[in-house]
């Protein structure tokens, strides 16, 4: 029995041994295993393909500082009045040249358009008995979404999807880097500045697309903020983010104002949260000192020329009377372009005051016109055009319409139903300087905006650059060229719009 319990217990002894020697090769194995992990996680971070990107990560890994957020600053200094004034409509003597309008020819028209997704064109061989031909396939995308109309794909790599932003500090926006520098992300930085081009995208649309795009790669708001802010570096825009209450956030570097919108200054320079326009503040967040190397370009939301989005063409007419008659003037647009104006945070008003309409939207309204203005004289011809502006909408402030203060492009005015006395002064300033190559300016009170023209003719008038300019004012409701608000007939503008010719 004693023998019999010494080989059970010798037994157990040999079993113990041999569990700490499959423990301990189980444990090295494993310890060889993760030690050889991070090795290769270790390496895949240090080869970056852009040398910038070992620059930067130093920069992101140094003493972060706290930086304090400055309010966004108001477009006008007092609220713009809620109703308007008119005064009895009188004929403007006729003075100057006949008018006749001169328009393009209409372009021929096309056969419908079908619009085909941009997908991955594979060429593969394929090898008959006989002769060998080329076959075209169609790949879709990992990413694919429609952009105002056109449908976009676009390849992510595998990494790019895997990065997250964790730990929820500095060492997570690290980490979170660290995986976008070792992907292959070349050809998606590619693949948007082509399509960038194809749609003659400019910076707020290249934004735009950027933060649709990373919305559809990730669901968080931070990882989204993340990935723009990579994408935007790379493309060359100057953009910084930084920490407020374990949250991202991305800053773009604008050398103008943009109005009613938070801001951060680095070195002198402001940067502006653009998502939380008319949003109000954000706080102060802690951010890195150092640019990105070599991305220096600002956001520009100047609009000089129009996005290529394909034509969700639709129809309105405008009506108005004068002196008892009534006109209409019928026009197409293009939904698209307004659902992206629609998107715009508050830009200085050069900017607006400079942007052109539609082609096809301006043919429409000039074709109008001028059925009514052919042969008259140009006082006449251009004083029906103001009583135009000032009667075919319904006065409304943007707080009543809008919910916040939004400047429209001329385009917008003509789509909404109601507008105030900026959105006027623009669509007036553009159709005069198109329709009669009538040197214009905006003029900007405190509470209001008017437009004045470089016209040989009598009545209030401002001085500028040396240059006498006749007023004319699209929301003084039935006034001629020459005559001003009562309120404002004493008071100095505050700044003059130079609108190029």
């Known amino acids: 029995m004693q023998q019999n319990k010494d080989g059970v217990q010798k037994l157990f002894r040999q079993f ?11 444990t090295s194995l494993l310890s060889s295993s993760f030690a050889e992990f991070k090795r290769s996680q270790a390496a895949s971070f240090s080869k970056y393909t852009d040398e910038r990107d070992t620059k930067f990560k130093s920069f992101l890994q140094e003493q972060w500082s706290e930086y304090n ?74 990413i694919n979404f429609n952009f105002y109309g056109s449908n976009l794909g ?19 926006i690290e980490n979170f880097f660290d995986v976008l520098a070792s992907s292959d992300y070349d050809y998606l930085i590619s693949d948007i500045q082509k399509v960038s081009k194809n749609l003659n995208l400019n910076d707020w649309a290249v934004y735009l697309l950027v933060n ?9 708001r931070d990882n989204i903020n993340l990935l723009s802010w990579f994408i935007f570096n790379k493309l060359g825009y100057a953009v910084k983010i930084g920490l407020s209450n374990r949250h991202i956030v991305m800053m773009h570097y604008s050398k103008k104002v943009i109005y009613s919108t938070p801001s951060y200054t680095f070195s002198g320079k402001k940067y502006y949260v653009v998502s939380n326009y008319s949003k109000g503040g954000v706080g102060s967040l802690y951010s890195y000192k150092h640019d990105y190397p070599n991305a220096t370009k600002a956001l520009d939301l100047s609009l000089n020329t129009l996005p290529n989005f394909v034509n969700n063409k639709q129809s309105k007419t405008l009506s108005f009377k004068q002196f008892g008659q009534s006109y209409g003037v019928s026009y197409n647009y293009n939904k698209n372009l307004i659902d992206f104006m629609a998107t715009y945070p508050q830009a200085d008003y050069e900017t607006y005051f400079n942007s052109p309409l539609q082609e096809e939207s301006y043919d429409g309204i000039a074709r109008g016109l001028k059925r009514y203005i052919d042969g008259k004289q140009a006082s006449s011809a251009i004083n029906f055009v103001l009583n135009f502006v ?25 789509y909404f139903d109601k507008s105030d006395c900026e959105d006027r002064a623009i669509l007036f300033a553009y159709l005069v300087k198109k329709l009669f190559k009538v040197g214009v300016i905006g003029v900007k009170y ?5 437009t004045a023209l470089y016209i040989p003719m009598p009545g209030d008038s401002v ?3 040396g240059r006498k300019f006749v007023i004319a004012d699209p929301t003084y409701i039935n006034s001629n060229i020459g005559q001003s608000m009562p309120k404002y007939k004493s008071q100095r503008p505050d700044s003059f719009i130079v609108v190029k010719n």
């Open 154 to 172: 676009f390849n992510i790599d595998s990494q790019v999807k895997s990065a997250n932003f964790y730990p929820r500090n500095q060492k997570g």
């Open 212 to 220: 649709k795009l990373s919305s559809k790669v990730f669901s968080n």
């Open 390 to 414: 000032q009667n075919a909408f319904i006065y409304e402030v943007d707080n009543q319409q809008f919910g916040r203060e939004k400047v429209m492009f001329a385009e917008e005015t003509l």
């Open 463 to 465: 001085r500028t650059a």
């Open 16 to 26: 113990g041994r041999f569990n700490l020697l499959v423990l301990f090769l189980s």
């Open 69 to 142: 957020a400055q309010k966004g600053i108001p477009l006008y200094e007092k609220q713009k009045p809620k109703n308007i004034v008119s005064t009895q409509p009188t004929t403007i003597k006729s003075v100057g040249p006949k008018v006749r309008v001169l328009l393009k020819k209409p372009p021929p028209k096309k056969e419908t358009e079908i619009e085909t997704p941009i997908v991955e064109i594979i060429k593969v061989d394929i090898k008959p008995k006989i002769d060998t031909e080329v076959t075209i396939l169609e790949v879709k995308k990992d």
């Open 446 to 450: 405190k509470d209001h905006m008017a």
